[in-house]
Structure formats: structure tokens, C-alpha cells
């Protein structure tokens, strides 16, 4: 019997509806079933039976080969009937799907959401009144007392009282849209048992979508996306005053094109740092990196003799073919970028030292060695064929953002698709647990260090490109602080263990994209700092605040 106003279904009512669906749907799928029992069904039935045979090496050699033979045999048989079937059996698919659109919106889903919006309205008119009589009967317990300890009872008693209140509302809702999604889903899995869990584009999105709805979490969600959408928010507000206070557009094709040349080197360098972070690590280093990286590719790449000297030396490459010292110019930012990194994985990985410390050690012998080695001194531009040969622009499109883009794939691929990625979030989450699951710890903290070694060497490399040389000890300072951060707003968390490339991606952007707009606005350079480090401690604020939560 309906409650309330007559729209609000019971159980029984319910099942009402649906009954014809499940009658209709459901002869239909018995004789589906009947048709692929020896076809399909048995042909999914003797592939894993081959394919369990394959992997056991239990069973003699030539009785496998024969019991794999005999069960080859009978899967032909099976597809055999699988296609005599097949078209009848997709009629019969095609016809109970038009009748579940036709019917089941229709007759079934659109009432039952009706009826729980109706229970949703009477849920909390109920929690109203139930509030309304709580609260009358507190202040009327409170006329009745005068003393303090019995009033901070009465008071205490009336707090629980309209907390089980409010639980028991929110416990109604979660039933109600329980209710509904269950709903929602019977459909899919109607289609689900009729197609052997084969869904069209438009019906995955569907799913996803009202999956997302279902566990969306307004807490969840701030703290997962609250820094993004004031920054985007900030971001617009910049857009709108940039042509009012400077009369020039932010967002036109080239200043995109701009953001995007700055951001690729330093993706590179985030990319690296990132893999450090997942395991609970840093460096700060990376600055010093960039610098020395720099100094070896202009000294390389140099447009004639290098007037300046290393050590007392004068270097001479102009002998070597140009193309030969671009390549050597990257061996060599690689090479050296990658040598002091695994000095510091070796100290964090065999000594357990913190990377805060082994990173801040390579950041000081890097700075005083090429300070001292160069005297502090730049060492002029590189020799203006080569960033045309390693960075052209094609029709007005800097290259060097393909550069980054193939860095992002490639770093993806180790992350999520080979076993020293799956071993690298094992060992960010729990490294004693890793350790005893047979996973190398020092291994693959080894392994974070040198891959963060070679992006920072391509990363310099191509810096030195874009800003045709000008290397010295000094360049890339402060450089760490922008990956890392980029890295943290992004998503990757100094929990360990926690972390996307695709955020990675988007920290960067965010960071080039917020500088170049501040800069862009006639911000003044040390502001823009502060609005570095507000940005970086709200994110690793909210990071906090997701692994309180967890805990």
C-alpha cells in the first residue's frame, strides 16, 4: 500500500512494476542461454581449460599435447555452433533491448524515482517536526531545573538526542538512494547478462556518470578539487583584469603557445621529482641541476671557443661536427645529473637517510663545484643552428613541447605499465610490506633516483636549447621548489605511495600558467612568491586533511 500522498511505492508495489520487465527480458535470456550453452558458453569453457593446461607443468609433455589437441577439437565444434547461432541470438538481443527502452524509463524507473523523491520530501519533514518536538521539549525541561549540573546534562541529553536525529536522516536518504541506484543499475544488468558485459560508448558513460552521482561526497570533492577551482577562479579573474589594466588579451594563440615552451623543460624536471615524492622523499637539488646541466650543454654546444674556462681550462668542441656535440651535450647533462642523483639514492636507500638531507648535500657540492670550477661566470650563447635542429618551430609551433609530451608518455608507460612502476607505488605506501612481499626497496629507490637523474638532464638539455646557452652555477635557482610544488598540487602526496602523472602534468601547467599571468599583469616578482608558497601550503594543507581522513 502507498504511504503519504499515494506516490510513494512500497516493496510490493515495486515489484509490481518491474515484473513484466524481468517475465519478458527473462524468456528471452533463457533462450539466449539455451543457444550458447554449447556454443559460446562452451567455448569460453574450453579456452581456460587450454589455457590452465598450458600453465601446468605438472602434466607430461606429450599428454598435454594431446589433451590440448582433444580440447581444440571440441572448441572448433563450439565455435562452430557459436556461429550457427550468432545471428539468432542477436536478434534476440536486439529485441530485448527495444523493449527495455521502450519500457523500463517508462513503466518502471521514472515512478520508482518519483516515489523517492516523495520519501526524500516526507524523510525530511519527518526530521523537521522530530526537531520542532526535541527542541520544545528541551526548553521545557530547562524551566523545570535551576541547577547548573542538571542543566549542562539536559543540555548534553539534547545534544545526542538531535545528533541520533540527524543520523537517522541521513540513514533514511543513503536507504532512498540506495533505493533508486539499485534501480538504475538492474537495467545494466539486464543488458550486461544479454551482451556478455558488452555496453555501447553512450551506456558506459551512463554508468560511469550515475556512479559518480551515487558516491559523490561534497567533503571529498572540496578537498580533492578545492585548490583547482580557486585557481581557475584566480585564473579568470586574471584573464578579465589583464585587458583592463594592461589592454592586451591573456589568452590568445601565442601566449598559449608561449606558457607551453616555458612549461615543457620543467616538466621534465617535476616528472623526475615526482617518482621521489611517491616514495616518500624530495630533492632539492634539482635547481642546482638545471644549473649545472646548463653550464656543461653551453660549454658543449658553444658558439666558437668558450672564453670562459673550467678550472683554468679553455674548452674547444668547435672541431667536433654539430650534431655530434648536441648529442654529447645530452650524454654528458645526463650522465653528470645522473651521477649525483644516485649518490643520493645510495645514502637514502643503503643508510635510510632522509632525501631532505642527501638532496641538500648534492644541492651545496653541486653549487660550490661549478661555481668554483667556472668562477661564477655565464658562458655566453650556443651556436644558433642548434636549437633549430633540436627545438624548431614548424609553421609557428614550438617542437619542444613534443618533447615534453613524449617525456609525459614515456614516464606514464614506467608507472603504470611495468612491474618497476607497480613496485614503486608498493614501496611509496608501505616499504616493509614491500620488503616482505619480495620487492627490492633499495632497488627500486635506486631506481627513482637515477630515471629522476636522466629527466633532469633532458630537462637542462632542452632549457639550454630554448634559451639558445647562457649557462652558469646560478641558473635554476629556486627551480626545485616550482617542481616540487607542481608536483604537490598536482595530486602527488609526501604520504608516499599516492599520485597521478596526469596531475603532475597539470601542477606544471598551473604554476607556468599562474607566473606567466602575474607577469603578464605587472606583478612584481617577489609577490609572486608569496603567491607561490600560499598556494603550496594550501595544497599540502588539503593533503593532510585526505590522509587525516584515511586514518
Known amino acids: 500500500m502507498a504511504k503519504g500522498n499515494g506516490k510513494i511505492l512500497t516493496a510490493e508495489q515495486e515489484q509490481k512494476l518491474r515484473q513484466p520487465i524481468e517475465d ?139 545528533f541520533d536525529a540527524k543520523m537517522d536522516l541521513e540513514k533514511q536518504l543513503q536507504q532512498i538512494k540506495d533505493r533508486r541506484h539499485a534501480a538504475f543499475a538492474w537495467q545494466y544488468h539486464l543488458i550486461d547478462l544479454l551482451r556478455l558485459s558488452k555496453f555501447t560508448f553512450m551506456e558506459s558513460q551512463q554508468q560511469k556518470l550515475e556512479n559518480y552521482l551515487y558516491s559523490f561526497n561534497r567533503r571529498t570533492f572540496l578537498l580533492d578539487n578545492g585548490l583547482y577551482i580557486a585557481i581557475i ?3 579568470i579573474g586574471l584573464c578579465i583584469a589583464t585587458p583592463i589594466i594592461k589592454g592586451v588579451p591573456l589568452l590568445t594563440y601565442n601566449n598559449i603557445l608561449q606558457i607551453l615552451q616555458q612549461a615543457s623543460p620543467r616538466m621534465f624536471l617535476a616528472l623526475g621529482v615526482a617518482g621521489l615524492i611517491l616514495l616518500t622523499g624530495t630533492d632539492l637539488s634539482i635547481g642546482r641541476m638545471v644549473g649545472m646541466g646548463m653550464t656543461t650543454a653551453t660549454i658543449i654546444m658553444h658558439q666558437g671557443i668558450n672564453t670562459g674556462m673550467v678550472f683554468g681550462h679553455v674548452f674547444d668542441f668547435t672541431g667536433m661536427p654539430l650534431g655530434l656535440r648536441v648529442v654529447f651535450a645530452l650524454f654528458m647533462c645526463i650522465v653528470l645529473c645522473t651521477c649525483f642523483t644516485a649518490i643520493a639514492g645510495f645514502f637514502t636507500a643503503r643508510f635510510k637517510m632522509h632525501p631532505f638531507i642527501s638532496t641538500m648535500a648534492n644541492m651545496l657540492v653541486i653549487f660550490g663545484l661549478i661555481t668554483y670550477a667556472t668562477k661564477g661566470v655565464s658562458f655566453g650563447a650556443i651556436d644558433p643552428a642548434i636549437p633549430k635542429m633540436i627545438i624548431p618551430r614548424l609553421n609557428g609551433f614550438p617542437t619542444i613541447i613534443l618533447w615534453a609530451v613524449a617525456a609525459i608518455l614515456i614516464v606514464w608507460f614506467i608507472w603504470n605499465k611495468t612491474t618497476f612502476g607497480k613496485n614503486l607505488y608498493a614501496v611509496g605506501g608501505n616499504p616493509e610490506a614491500a620488503s616482505v612481499s619480495g620487492i ?65 602534468v597539470v601542477g606544471v601547467l598551473i604554476f607556468t600558467v599562474l607566473i606567466y599571468s602575474l607577469t603578464t599583469l605587472g606583478i612584481d616578482t617577489n609577490l609572486q612568491f608569496v603567491f607561490e608558497g600560499i598556494i603550496i601550503i594550501t595544497a599540502v594543507t588539503l593533503d593532510c586533511l585526505k590522509y587525516v581522513q584515511k586514518k
Not at 590452465?52 to 562452430?80: C, G, H, M, T
Open 440 to 504: 627490492s626497496v633499495f632497488g627500486v629507490t635506486m631506481g627513482a633516483f637515477i630515471l629522476a637523474g636522466i629527466l633532469y638532464g633532458f630537462g637542462s638539455w632542452l632549457e639550454c636549447a630554448r634559451m639558445v646557452g647562457s649557462g652558469s652555477a646560478a641558473y635554476g635557482q629556486g627551480w626545485e621548489m616550482d617542481a616540487i610544488a607542481a608536483c604537490v598540487v598536482g595530486g602527488v602526496s609526501f604520504t608516499g605511495g599516492i599520485g597521478k602523472i596526469s596531475g603532475v
Open 24 to 162: 519478458y527480458v527473462g524468456k528471452i535470456q533463457e533462450k539466449i542461454d539455451s543457444l550458447r550453452a554449447d556454443g559460446t558458453n562452451r567455448a569460453v569453457a574450453l579456452q581456460n581449460s587450454i589455457d590452465a593446461l598450458k600453465r601446468d607443468r605438472s602434466v607430461p609433455k606429450e599428454e598435454k599435447e594431446n589433451r590440448i589437441a582433444e580440447y581444440k577439437a571440441q572448441l572448433d565444434k563450439a565455435k562452430a555452433v557459436e556461429a550457427k547461432n550468432k545471428d539468432e541470438v542477436s536478434k534476440l538481443i536486439a529485441d530485448a533491448i527495444t523493449y527495455l527502452k521502450a519500457h523500463f524509463d517508462k513503466d518502471y524507473y521514472q515512478p520508482l524515482k518519483e516515489s523517492c523523491e516523495q520519501e526524500k520530501a516526507l524523510a525530511k519533514e519527518t526530521y523537521s517536526q522530530k526537531v520542532a518536538e526535541l527542541e520544545k521539549e528541551h526548553k521545557n525541561n530547562l524551566s523545570k531545573i535551576t541547577d547548573h549540573q542538571e542543566i549542562k546534562d539536559e543540555k548534553y541529553v539534547h545534544k545526542n538526542r538531535m
Open 233 to 235: 577562479l584566480i585564473f
